[in-house]
């Protein structure tokens, strides 16, 4: 049990309420946890939106989702962004154990439910439309608008309330001043994917 909770590492955990939300907000997939009819895990990915505190996404009205929705409606959420690799030669020689990699992920367990209002529907997939789509080029979603009328009723819109949120945000944390400072600047020198990203994260922990 000792071991347990040395591997719970609060250095990794944010407080900043801010900062997670944005994240989540700014993330372009998640991952849905559900367990099948045979009792099997089931990771779903899909694109999704973070509104008021639950994450809703949409599918057809039927199908697997639909009906463990119905079901069991206990599910979980993850979302995680891989930011940059650090090989193991940039803090030690020789030694492959420290390679290691940057990143943020949330974890989400809450109760899965169904939304069924149509102004509800409407409101939300503009809110996906202008989070996925945002330079524009189509109609505003409306209830009374004949264009969406159809795929309104036949969408269906599922929504996750969050009961237990758990973050890891990994950028170095643990390391020396001085070694934060070594990676910063070897993060900045490679500059691929999101390396400047890290170096600004791993920033404000400096």
């Known amino acids: 049990m000792k071991g347990r909770d040395i591997m719970r590492r609060s250095e990794f955990q944010i407080e900043n309420q801010d900062e997670i939300e944005t994240f989540i907000k700014n993330a372009e997939v998640g991952h849905l946890g559900i367990v099948d009819q045979e009792g099997y895990p089931?990771?779903?990915?899909?694109?999704?939106?973070?509104?008021?505190?639950?994450?809703?996404f949409h599918g057809a009205l039927d199908g697997e989702?639909?009906?463990?929705?119905?079901?069991?409606?206990?599910v979980t959420f993850s979302i995680d962004v891989p930011y940059s690799i650090?090989?193991?030669?940039?803090?030690?020689?020789?030694y492959a154990c420290p390679a290691s990699t940057f990143f943020k992920s949330v974890h989400i367990r809450g109760g899965g439910e169904i939304v069924d209002d149509l102004n509800d529907k409407a409101r939300f997939l503009q809110l996906f439309m202008e989070k996925y789509?945002?330079?524009?080029?189509?109609?505003?979603i409306a209830v009374d608008?004949?264009?969406y009328k159809k795929a309104l009723i036949e969408v269906t819109l599922f929504k996750v309330s969050v009961e237990?949120?758990?973050?890891?945000?990994?950028?170095g944390q643990t390391l020396s001043e001085e070694m934060k400072?070594?990676?910063?600047d070897l993060l900045n020198e490679r500059n691929i994917?999101?390396?400047r990203e890290t170096a600004e994260e791993m920033e404000k922990y400096l």
């Open 164 to 171: 237990k949120m758990e973050t890891k945000f990994k950028f």
């Open 145 to 147: 608008d004949p264009l």
């Open 181 to 184: 400072r070594k990676i910063v």
């Open 65 to 74: 989702k639909f009906e463990l929705y119905q079901s069991n409606p206990k």
């Open 193 to 195: 994917g999101l390396d």
């Open 133 to 140: 789509q945002p330079e524009g080029g189509y109609k505003e």
């Open 42 to 56: 089931r990771i779903v990915p899909l694109n999704y939106i973070y509104v008021d505190g639950s994450i809703y």
């Open 86 to 94: 650090i090989p193991s030669y940039w803090t030690a020689k020789d």
